[in-house]
């Protein structure tokens, strides 16, 4: 866009028919992302979207000159490829979007983590491919009394996240061929609700067969002995931190010792924060200047080209030998970024209106 008018952008979020014929820039749950937009001269207006009425939406976004996406990975058992598809359409037709979905597959998948292993970030992390290789790999881990966090390779809300070990903590294999499909396991889903379980280890393989459906992968991390202590998350509008959130308790929380599975706590609140908190400060000076410049090189993406907003989960890691607390990379969002720290919003209307003129 060149000339003086003001920049018309869309707001694009799941719904149904009625939804999309109802909605305000007020009655929806981004009327805060709204106000931020037009404080800056923007003009936005809603655009609900679902796979039914896909046609609707493309006509509309290619009036527009810019599209803020808010769309899960799988929204009401359906994935994005009618989505994606329509939204790199749209990107040809030089309609801005973000976040593009070449770039989502690029650092908004559970594979990051694997690819960027190796930086102060990471932890001992595998990567299985199909279903075979998650049969054979998998006791290798779980033999000596490791415990796994497997993960599918696209997902939200704890979906496909796994917490795996072996039922019997007293009994260390000699080997990983001793154990058999029968073996027990201690499984527990992320998904809120859900309780630990105890199941042989190839009825757990046989759950992880629809996360290699299509493309699909799995992520195996070593689990997180300070996961009790919370997780940080750091909001960035492209390469800048713009608050933070943080969650003591979360989605694999562990229970007591002693008592039933029941009584695990189901994930708490996540509380925001602005940017200048200063017990993140130092995560959030190593995150802009070194870590993130890192990834950006391993997965060849230009600072200009970060979506312009997006998330990265740390878990605890083991203090350094100075007491310091070390941070290890959880996940990194990118799809469907909310909610999110009232301080990002002034920054995320900066970032799409100087995209835009």
């Given at each position: 866009m060149t000339d003086m008018r003001r920049p018309k952008v869309a707001i694009l979020f799941p719904g149904d028919a009625y939804t999309r014929q109802t909605a305000t820039a007020e009655n929806n749950r981004f009327s805060e992302v709204f106000k931020s937009l037009k404080d800056v001269a923007i003009d936005p207006?809603?655009?609900?979207?679902?796979?039914?009425f896909c046609a609707e939406v493309k006509e509309q976004l290619l009036k527009l000159d810019g599209v803020l996406v808010w769309h899960n990975p799988i929204e009401g058992g359906r994935d994005r490829s009618v989505l994606d598809a329509m939204l790199s359409e749209l990107a040809l037709a030089d309609v801005f979007v973000t976040t593009h979905p070449d770039l989502i597959l690029k650092m908004g998948t559970k594979e990051v983590v694997y690819q960027t292993r190796h930086l102060p970030w990471g932890c001992e992390t595998y990567l299985y491919r199909n279903l075979a290789e998650l049969r054979k790999s998998l006791p290798l881990r779980l033999y000596k009394g490791e415990v796994r966090v497997l993960k599918q390779n696209r997902g939200h809300s704890g979906i496909g996240i796994w917490k795996v070990e072996l039922a019997d903590k007293s009994k260390t294999l000699k080997s990983p061929d001793e154990l058999s499909p029968d073996t027990l396991l201690r499984v527990r889903h992320a998904m809120r609700g859900s309780v630990e379980e105890i199941l042989p280890f190839e009825d757990f393989v046989n759950r992880c067969?629809?996360?290699?459906?299509?493309?699909?992968?799995?992520?195996?991390?070593?689990?997180?002995?300070?996961?009790?202590?919370?997780?940080?998350?750091?909001?960035?509008v492209q390469d800048k931190v713009a608050g933070f959130g943080h969650q003591a308790i979360n989605a694999l929380y562990p229970k007591a010792e002693g008592s039933v599975p029941e009584d695990a706590p189901q994930p708490g609140p996540r509380l925001y924060h602005p940017a200048t908190l200063s017990e993140f400060q130092r995560l959030k000076q190593i995150l802009e200047t070194q870590w993130l410049p890192a990834m950006q090189e391993i997965l060849g993406i230009a600072s200009p080209d970060l979506p312009l907003l997006w998330d990265a989960d740390f878990m605890f890691g083991p203090k350094s030998a100075e007491g310091e607390d070390t941070y290890v990379l959880c996940e990194i969002n990118v799809s469907s970024v909310f909610p999110f720290p009232d301080s990002a919003l002034p920054v995320l209307a900066q970032a799409v209106l100087k995209r835009l003129v």
């Open positions: 207006e809603a655009a609900v979207y679902n796979d039914d067969e629809p996360y290699f459906s299509g493309q699909g992968k799995m992520i195996d991390q070593i689990y997180q002995v300070r996961l009790p202590e919370g997780m940080v998350r750091c909001y960035l």
